[in-house]
């Protein structure tokens, strides 16, 4: 079965954060990932998640 996902660096520049802060995040449990072959792979779905849970939340009310 082949893993579908992107590199360490290639979900950094897509999220628009440092290849560091990524790797702290992923340290942290913030976002999961694969270690296949002694490459870090992030899925696309767990990119996508970790950038649903980043977006700022608004206070506005109708």
């Known amino acids: ?3 579908q996902g992107i590199s360490l660096a290639e979900a950094a520049r897509r999220l628009g ?3 560091s ?3 702290a ?3 942290k449990g913030q976002i999961s990932a694969l270690i296949r072959y002694r490459r870090t ?3 696309h779905g767990a990119l996508k998640a ?3 849970r980043q977006r700022p939340t ?3 009310r109708l």
């Open 1 to 3: 079965m082949q893993v």
């Open 17 to 19: 954060i440092s290849q």
């Open 21 to 23: 802060d990524l790797y």
């Open 25 to 27: 995040a992923v340290q």
């Open 41 to 43: 792979i992030i899925s």
């Open 50 to 52: 970790y950038q649903i």
């Open 58 to 60: 608004s206070n506005y």
